[in-house]
């Protein structure tokens, strides 16, 4: 059910688990909406595997620190969007592509789709060329459903307590990252569940089970 290209299909071992990613802008409530469909599935009798971008390997959160350290402040567009896809190829190969391949749901609160809104859009790389690189850095692993909670830049940032190097952007960047999302989502309504991120959360929650729950019955058995 994950897709997976054929040149990758020996990277991402069997994979017929359920692969969800949240994306947001800043301060749209993705880390709550994660937590709260793995702990729904989890009691529906689901293995989940509830993880976050960067990161979710030791050396992966390794890159993370140096992602988003503010004392980077000027880091080079380019060394900023291989570090994402390198943390992201490790995050793959050693904790999404075996958990995918023993069947287990995984929900990563964001994915490639981050890369290709703050790397490719916001900072000017082009989407495309972040496409590609994540392309290789992923082995072609998409998610099977990707939830995009939407929310203005403004009122997003509001939420954000203490800023890291990226959240640091002005508003505009912000708005720029808000305005992509919505452009991938709108591009592939199948693969997409965008909803308005200052909904009730419980409303929201329940619509997320809902799509989550619809995949999973649909999914091959074993
Ligand atoms: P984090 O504190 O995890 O923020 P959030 O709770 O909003 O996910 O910080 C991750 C930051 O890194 C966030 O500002 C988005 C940014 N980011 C990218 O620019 N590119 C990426 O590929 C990813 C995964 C995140």
Redesign the pocket.
């Known amino acids: 059910m994950t897709s997976v290209s054929s040149a990758a299909a020996a990277d991402a071992p069997c994979a017929r688990g359920l692969f969800v990613a949240f994306e947001?802008?800043?301060?749209?409530g993705?880390?709550t909406q994660a937590r709260l469909l793995a702990d729904a599935l989890r009691a529906a009798g689901h293995e989940v595997v509830l993880t976050?971008?960067?990161?979710g390997t030791p050396a992966a959160e390794a890159m993370?620190a140096v992602?988003?350290d503010p004392q980077f402040a000027g880091l080079d567009a380019r060394a900023?969007?291989l570090l994402?896809?390198a943390?992201?190829a490790e995050h793959v190969a050693r904790l999404i592509a075996p958990a995918l391949g023993r069947g287990a749901v995984v929900i990563t609160?964001?994915?490639?789709?981050?890369?290709?809104?703050?790397?490719g859009v916001?900072?000017g790389l082009g989407p495309d060329v972040v496409g590609q690189i994540?392309l290789w850095a992923t082995g072609s692993l998409q998610p099977d459903l990707t939830v995009l909670l939407d929310v203005e830049a403004a009122a997003g940032l509001a939420r954000?307590v203490e800023p890291?190097?990226?959240?640091s952007?002005p508003e505009a960047f912000h708005a720029v990252?808000v305005q992509a999302f919505r452009a991938l989502a709108f591009g592939d309504p199948d693969r997409y569940l965008a909803l308005p991120a200052v909904g009730e959360r419980d409303d929201i929650a329940a619509a997320i089970l809902a799509r989550v729950e619809s995949l999973l019955r649909a999914r091959p058995t074993p």
């Open positions: 947001g802008g800043e301060g749209a993705k880390s976050r971008e960067p990161g993370r992602v988003l900023e969007a994402y896809a943390s992201r609160d964001r994915y490639v789709d981050s890369s290709i809104a703050y790397q916001a900072r994540n954000v890291n190097r990226l959240e952007e990252v």
